[in-house]
């Protein structure tokens, strides 16, 4: 087993850990979906009012935002154009009638006006940042005074299934690593109101959301379990192997044990973090 500490960096800053396939694009379509009553509910912006939603990748949550908030004015920024083109098709084949900007942008240069918006909606981004404290601390500037800033971010650290398997927490801990080379954090969650303290927001309000998957819940198994975790830990195989993080022979029975986890007497865990938090007026005097 390959647990020995990382290699020097085997990914360049930047490079995106999870890519662009379409065969992505339909797992964050499976994980939208499956979670939205679980990430979503509780979330609801008053009609006129502007939401940013950073980091929307190919719309798979704006989709559900546009379903809890009608009539909000959605700006949806990514810094990948090819996933906003998706988002487009996906939105406009789900709510046509939806008003959704679609903005390509990069969170560290945002072209938005100071306050310029009422909400701020964050989903699955911060934890590919090398930076996300000062990506939420520039949220803050096109937030206006009062406004709210929700996060929410998963932790590969809550991860734990039946049967367990040391050779799947070590192609679990293949994406960390990979991640974390490319200056992300899969384990993020934890941090989400230290992050939304320290960049200034107030009454930050933390909830943890747990997925748990049986042989009782097989919609769960299929669409959490099997679609949207273990393809997400599937899909970094090449680059594991190429940082030589894993042999192939231990990689196949690290994704064999963990699709065991998927069967009838099977079980799987995952916890991810929910924050909400408003943007504090600037000091007297400012
Ligand atoms: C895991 S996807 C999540 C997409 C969507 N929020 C969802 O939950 O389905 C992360 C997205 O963040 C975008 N992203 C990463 N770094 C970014 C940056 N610096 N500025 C803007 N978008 C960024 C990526 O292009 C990608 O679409």
Redesign the pocket.
């Not at 920024?77 to 990948?80: A, G, I, L, P, Q």
């Given at each position: 087993m390959n647990t020995a500490t990382p290699p020097p960096a085997p990914v360049p800053a930047g490079d995106?850990v999870?890519g662009y396939s379409p065969r992505e694009g339909r797992r964050?379509g499976d994980?939208?979906d499956t979670l939205a009553q679980l990430l979503h509910s509780g979330t609801a912006y008053p009609a006129g009012s502007r939401v940013l939603e950073?980091?929307?990748?190919?719309g798979?949550?704006t989709v559900h935002l546009l379903r809890s908030s009608p009539r909000a004015h959605i700006v949806a920024?990514?810094?990948?154009e090819e996933?906003l083109a998706r988002a487009r098709t996906r939105v406009a084949g789900s709510a046509p009638h939806a008003r959704v900007e679609w903005r390509n942008?990069?969170?560290?240069d945002l072209p938005f006006a100071d306050a310029e918006f009422d909400h701020v909606f964050v989903?699955?981004?911060l934890e590919?940042?090398p930076d996300p404290r000062r990506a939420l601390t520039g949220l803050r500037r096109v937030l206006r005074p009062g406004g709210t800033i929700t996060v929410i971010e998963g932790d590969h650290g809550s991860a734990f299934f039946h049967p367990d398997s040391a050779f799947a927490r070590a192609a679990i801990n293949c994406q960390v690593r990979l991640q974390a080379a490319a200056g992300g954090d899969a384990q993020l969650g934890r941090q989400v109101q230290p992050l939304l303290a320290g960049a200034g927001y107030d009454e930050v309000a933390v909830r943890p959301l747990t997925v748990y998957a049986d042989g009782t819940l097989p919609a769960l198994v299929e669409g959490f379990t099997r679609n949207t975790f273990i393809a997400m830990v599937a899909s970094v195989r090449d680059k594991a192997l190429a940082a030589s993080l894993t042999t192939t022979a231990e990689w196949e029975q690290g994704i064999a044990d963990l699709c065991r986890t998927a069967e009838d007497d099977g079980t799987f865990h995952y916890t991810f973090f929910k924050g909400v938090a408003v943007n504090p007026p600037p000091p007297a005097g400012n």
């Open positions: 995106y999870h964050l994980q939208a950073l980091g929307c990748g190919i798979a949550q920024v990514d810094r990948s996933s942008a990069d969170v560290y989903c699955f981004v590919h940042l």
